[in-house]
DNA sequence: TTCCCTCCACGAAGCCTTTCGTATATGATG
DNA sequence: CATCATATACGAAAGGCTTCGTGGAGGGAA
């Protein structure tokens, strides 16, 4: 048996988005992305996805000499607990305090805020045909 | 002319919470709080007070000996921007993303689904009237 | 005044995260 | 086989967070 594994840390998640964007990946990949914008050092990376393997929040492919990395765990799980964690840590447990604060316009666009009713109209809409029944 | 405070560590805000429920306390009342259930040391907690205090996170009045000390930005203000920060780091930049996974049932409760769509509708009502006229 | 209790200030230790330099292994090339 | 480029492994340093022990100052009680 396994427990799950725990939440990544800052830098962790970096590389945890490049992985769910790529897909599969060697250190070099992932480093040449991270190249791009923030500037990470190959051992660095290599060195953080070695800690994270070990966390068990990357898993490897090792038959090849060049070592291929790919997300544990899909986004959504990773996620979630991050949000569960935020509400724990800063809402007092409750969901509803925090998306009222991501509602803020300060935080979501006018794109958001379409996309997040569109949600909730299909929310509402499923929940009263279960009604029905 | 000063910036705003940093966001707060995991320690911090478990600090600004009692602050923020309690109004301006002295370090022995925060103290008795988080005693009932974290339990942390007296020193600990004044450090930490300290330090936030240097951050610029609290604010005290130190006219009598024992100092009170008060959060120094209102917990919506913190939690816009902590919210926020989760959004760049997890979900993209994107609100709408965050939102979804706060909706999960393994997320909100019954009862926090039943008060964001009070929200929603709240929110689309007025908007229906801005757009009316 | 003297004693004692409470409070703040300071420093240091332990732990974790992040970064990178260096050593070692592997496979291709000439 | 010797050499070179590239990959992984290892270790250590730097910085930040959290914790607490100790020292010293302040104020009330005897």
Same mark, same amino acid.
């Given at each position: 048996?396994?427990?799950p594994?725990?939440l990544?840390?800052?830098?962790?998640?970096?590389?945890?988005?490049?992985?769910?964007?790529?897909?599969?990946?060697?250190?070099?990949?992932?480093?040449?992305?991270?190249?791009?914008t923030?500037?990470?050092g190959?051992?660095?990376?290599?060195? $953080?996805?070695? *800690?994270m393997?070990?966390?068990?929040?990357?898993? &490897?492919? @090792?038959?090849?000499r !060049?070592?291929?990395?790919a997300?544990?765990?899909?986004?959504?799980?990773?996620?979630?607990?991050l949000?569960?964690?935020?509400?724990?840590?800063?809402f007092g447990?409750?969901?509803?305090?925090?998306?009222?604060?991501?509602?803020?316009?300060?935080?979501?666009?006018?794109?958001? $805020?379409?996309? *997040?009713?569109?949600?909730?109209?299909?929310?509402? &809409?499923? @929940?009263?045909?279960? !009604?029905?029944?």
């Open positions: 048996m396994q427990r594994p725990p990544p840390t800052e830098g962790e998640l970096r590389l945890l988005r490049v992985l769910w964007d790529r897909g599969p990946s060697t250190v070099r990949e992932v480093h040449a992305v991270l190249g791009a923030g500037e990470s190959y051992t660095t990376v290599l060195k $953080l996805l070695q *800690i393997h070990g966390k068990g929040l990357v898993i &490897r492919d @090792e038959t090849s !060049t070592h291929v990395y997300a544990a765990v899909p986004p959504e799980t990773t996620q979630r607990q949000v569960t964690d935020l509400i724990e840590r800063a447990g409750s969901a509803h305090n925090l998306v009222m604060q991501a509602l803020s316009p300060q935080v979501a666009s006018r794109e958001d $805020l379409d996309r *997040i009713r569109a949600l909730i109209d299909g929310l509402e &809409r499923r @929940e009263a045909e279960g !009604t029905e029944r």
